[in-house]
């Protein structure tokens, strides 16, 4: 693995456990403030990303775009589909635990789309660890979901001194609190599915753009650029939840202090929004030098590893699901780092073909160049031969 690769791995696993870290911190004081921290998060991005867009030379003070409108469109409308859809799923009883799991938990989107859309191959040992991956992935999520109903089940009735009889008004109300906790459970289990969805589809249209439109500009160019128009698209949708965010604010000022001056929930969204900025950059910087799948992989394995932290530091459940999904996720990683990438070999090929078409060009040279003498030799003639029969003879001298 090259530095440069390390580095951008690097980031994605400092920052992006450091940023869930801090908004479990401020979810377990307000769970209603997820859309606070994601617009703390974007506004964090753009004071990055605006002086590095500003330019006293061109029309409007910012320099102008080195790719299409269009790709910026499609972009935008993804990243803000996912950003916005993957806040909903706080508010159906989603769970830290369960949000980095589900969130993690697009690999099989990925190889469809790729696949289907992207002329995407992959060997039959990468789709095998993937789908142990996503296996262990689901066994965590299944676990979780059992732990959540024993907590539902057994809260139902935490003032009852002695067991309710069979079909008493306890019991069934019991029964009813539990199937409508897991129905809401359900339902943000959906939308995190379809967010998956999206961010497989994203994946692949940032690996297409950056080989589209490399000879336009450096990567890091192009990261910035599609990074500034994706946050500034990403703040309309809050406008519609500014009543929203404005208690979670106001809840958040209120807050315990922290060095007796600062909130603390204030102090955890900064410190997120700090660790968010350093993340983003991770993942765009390492999806412009490996595969789309490479990097669902390698965001799959940092979420997991958020999970367990996210269980011995918070004291969430644990169950022996989570013992075999761990077995399986980094059983499947290591894997999949050992099999042959089919992209990389048809690279190889195709280098190889390159660098023995001049050889093979050199070794029939000598022959080509006789023939192309003979003939010149023969052309020569002929057309001596027709001059001297079309040339008139000597002019007589007066």
């Known amino acids: 693995m090259s530095d440069g690769v390390s580095l951008s791995v690097g980031m994605i696993f400092a920052g992006c456990m450091l940023n869930v870290i801090t908004t479990e911190y401020v979810l377990k004081g307000d769970p209603l403030a997820g859309n606070l921290l994601t617009l703390t998060e974007i506004a964090m991005v753009l004071v990055q990303k605006?002086?590095?867009?500003?330019?006293?030379?061109?029309?409007?003070g910012f320099k102008p775009f080195v790719t299409p409108l269009t790709s910026h469109v499609q972009f935008t409308v993804l990243w803000s589909l996912m950003s916005v859809l993957a806040n909903f799923a706080f508010a159906y009883k989603i769970s830290i635990p369960?949000?980095?799991l589900i969130r993690s938990c697009n690999m099989i989107a990925t190889v469809v789309l790729g696949w289907l859309c992207f002329k995407q191959r992959y060997t039959c040992i990468q789709l095998l660890c993937v789908v142990v991956v996503s296996v262990g992935i689901f066994l965590a999520s299944l676990g979780e979901a059992m732990t959540l109903k024993k907590g539902v089940s057994s809260g139902s009735c935490t003032s009852c001194s002695q067991p309710s009889p069979p079909n008493s008004d306890a019991q069934l109300a019991g029964e009813t609190e539990q199937e409508d906790e897991l129905a809401i459970w359900l339902v943000g289990i959906g939308i995190l599915a379809f967010?998956?969805?999206?961010?497989?589809?994203?994946?692949?249209?940032q690996s297409r753009f950056y080989k589209i439109y490399s000879n336009l500009a450096s990567k890091d160019d192009l990261?910035?650029?599609?990074?500034?128009?994706s946050q500034i698209v990403a703040l309309s949708p809050f406008l519609f939840m500014r009543n929203d965010i404005g208690a979670a604010a106001e809840g958040a000022l209120n807050s315990d202090l922290v060095l007796g001056f600062c909130p603390s929930r204030i102090a955890w969204i900064i410190l997120g929004s700090i660790a968010q900025s350093v993340c983003l950059r991770g993942v765009f910087k390492t999806s412009a030098v490996v595969s789309p799948l490479t990097l669902t992989i390698v965001l799959s394995v940092r979420k997991f590893l958020t999970v367990i932290f996210s269980v011995l530091w918070f004291d969430n459940p644990w169950s022996h699901w989570h013992s075999i999904a761990t077995l399986l996720i980094f059983g499947g990683v290591f894997a999949y780092s050992q099999a042959p990438d089919p992209a990389a070999k048809s690279n190889k090929v195709e280098e190889e073909t390159k660098t023995a078409k001049p050889a093979s060009t050199s070794t029939g040279e000598p022959e080509k160049t006789a023939s192309d003498a003979s003939l010149r030799e023969r052309e020569h003639a002929a057309k001596s031969s027709r001059?001297?029969?079309?040339?008139p003879g000597p002019v007589a001298k007066k």
Request: proline share 3%; net charge positive.
């Open 98 to 100: 369960i949000f980095t």
């Open 387 to 391: 001059s001297r029969v079309a040339s």
């Open 223 to 229: 990261i910035d650029e599609f990074m500034f128009t």
């Open 50 to 60: 605006v002086p590095k867009r500003l330019s006293t030379v061109h029309k409007y």
């Open 195 to 205: 967010v998956q969805l999206v961010q497989g589809l994203l994946g692949h249209i």
